[in-house]
């Protein structure tokens, strides 16, 4: 199985600052990845699709980076309503995997 | 707009079975894809089964296959997972999913928990 390792598991920041999550796979697998955001008590909602590509309705703050083994998601300027879990997923090969996540804090 | 309704959670005894279904609407449900996705509480997001748009292609991890199973009635835009010989580390929060080319999940349902215990 692929394993997707996301770093920092917590990040801490303030409302305005830009932030960059990682996700590293345990293989190459091309810009399969895409990011969901999961706010509390409330079901994840993609974010990204294959690593870069947007999607209809998600914030212009949003955006995706990375091939290979090493994807990044970066947020311009946190939003309060950003502070949430982030997690990857990978698409490349079953069985489909998520990393551990990342929560995005107020400092 | 799409929605997905999921119900028929809820407590049972290992060893037992229980059938989630996931009601789709706002979407021609004979066209995609769809998904189970789980979360154990306080727990990370576990792809569980995946089934293709007319049903005849079905994809499981390990930890449930020959337990689970997942199908589609397209007539009823229904999707549904019977879940046999339960075990305690199936508890989790279930999501319905619709998944794009059996690759990623745009769409959620609200979740239904299922609590397996004694």
């Known amino acids: 199985d692929i394993v997707l390792t996301q770093s920092p598991a917590t990040l801490s920041v303030t409302p305005g600052e830009s932030v960059s999550l990682s996700c590293r796979a345990s293989q190459g697998i091309s810009t399969s990845i895409h990011w969901y955001q999961q706010k509390s008590n409330e079901s994840p909602r993609l974010l990204i699709k294959?690593?870069?590509q947007s999607i209809s309705g998600i914030p212009s703050r949003f955006s995706g980076s990375g091939s290979g083994t090493d994807f990044t998601l970066s947020i311009n300027r946190v939003e309060s309503e950003d502070f949430s879990v982030y997690y990857c997923?990978?698409?490349?090969?079953?069985?489909?995997?998520f990393g551990s996540g990342t929560k995005l804090e107020i400092k | 707009e799409v929605q997905l309704v999921e119900s028929g959670g809820g407590l049972v005894q290992p060893g037992r079975s229980m059938k989630l279904s996931c009601a789709a609407s706002g979407f021609t449900f004979s066209n995609y894809g769809m998904a189970w996705v789980r979360q154990a509480p306080t727990k990370g997001l576990e792809w569980v089964a995946t089934i293709s748009y007319d049903g005849s292609s079905t994809y499981y991890r390990d930890s449930v296959k020959g337990r689970f199973t997942i199908s589609r009635d397209n007539a009823k835009s229904t999707l549904y997972l019977q879940m046999n010989s339960l075990r305690s580390e199936d508890t989790a929060t279930y999501y319905c999913t619709r998944v794009i080319t059996t690759r990623y999940f745009d769409y959620w349902g609200q979740g239904v928990m299922v609590t397996v215990s004694s």
């Open positions: 997923q990978q698409s490349y090969s079953l069985p489909l995997t």
């Open positions: 294959y690593a870069s």
